[in-house]
T-cell receptor, first 113, second 112 residues
Framework: DTGVSQDPRHKITKRGQNVTFRCDPISEHNRLYWYRQTLGQGPEFLTYFQNEAQLEKSRLLSDRFSAERPKGSFSTLEIQRTEQGDSAMYLC???????????FGQGTRLTVV | GEDVEQSLFLSVREGDSSVINCTYTDSSSTYLYWYKQEPGAGLQLLTYIFSNMDMKQDQRLTVLLNKKDKHLSLRIADTQTGDSAIYFCAETYTGTASKLTFGTGTRLQVTL
């Protein structure tokens, strides 16, 4: 257990529905990242927060995706109007300001049917 | 742009050494990492190396970095069945908020 919690662990949803995932970081970690991992691939960067500010977004993050970190602690990732191509593992990682190590949560596996 | 490549599969016998290789293209990489992922699980950081180092050893793990050739390797001594997993190398470089760029992963199979 790395100390980074993600909820839910698994989500099955019908195409067109909205889903929201949550990440709770290690408490002193001010940097938070979302990644997406599809089958047989390495994780790909989606977005980055430093405290509550969203400082970087990947081109992978279409306008159906939105991420928030309202108080600089937990973060949510919402996908609207889900598509089958959104099926993937969504991973959250956090890092402290003085540490080079990023700690990953167990991920949320999304299946869109 | 950044690109990280790994071979897809490696099979070794229990007790032998495993060597997993990775090449990267971005010469401004600052840190290079090795992560392990077991089925259905998140990523576990195994070790990392700063780009001005050539080698780092941590118990059964040895990381070698050839910066000239942009080649990184992970050697696992006395490989055990519990080492069976997917291994990802990843890099970060300056000016990117320390986001990680991952390779496609190498599946290590350890046989008896």
């Amino acid at each position: 257990d790395t100390g980074v919690s993600q909820d839910p662990r698994h989500k099955i949803t019908k195409r067109g529905q909205n889903v929201t995932f949550r990440c709770d970081p290690i408490s002193e970690h001010n940097r938070l990242y979302w990644y997406r991992q599809t089958l047989g691939q390495g994780p790909e960067f989606l977005t980055y927060f430093q405290n509550e500010a969203q400082l970087e977004k990947s081109r992978l993050l279409s306008d159906r995706f939105s991420a928030e970190r309202p108080k600089g602690s937990f973060s949510t990732l919402e996908i609207q109007r889900t598509e089958q191509g959104d099926s993937a593992m969504y991973l959250c990682a956090t890092r402290s300001p003085v540490n080079t190590e990023a700690f990953f949560g167990q991920g949320t596996r999304l299946t869109v049917v | 742009g950044e690109d990280v490549e790994q071979s897809l599969f490696l099979s070794v016998r229990e007790g032998d050494s495993s060597v997993i290789n990775c090449t990267y293209t971005d010469s401004s990489s600052t840190y290079l990492y090795w992560y392990k992922q077991e089925p259905g699980a998140g990523l576990q950081l195994l070790t990392y190396i700063f780009s001005n180092m050539d080698m780092k050893q941590d118990q059964r793990l040895t990381v070698l970095l050839n910066k000239k050739d942009k080649h990184l390797s992970l050697r696992i001594a006395d490989t055990q069945t519990g080492d069976s997993a997917i291994y990802f190398c990843a890099e970060t470089y300056t000016g990117t908020a320390s986001k990680l760029t991952f390779g496609t992963g190498t599946r290590l199979q350890v046989t008896l």
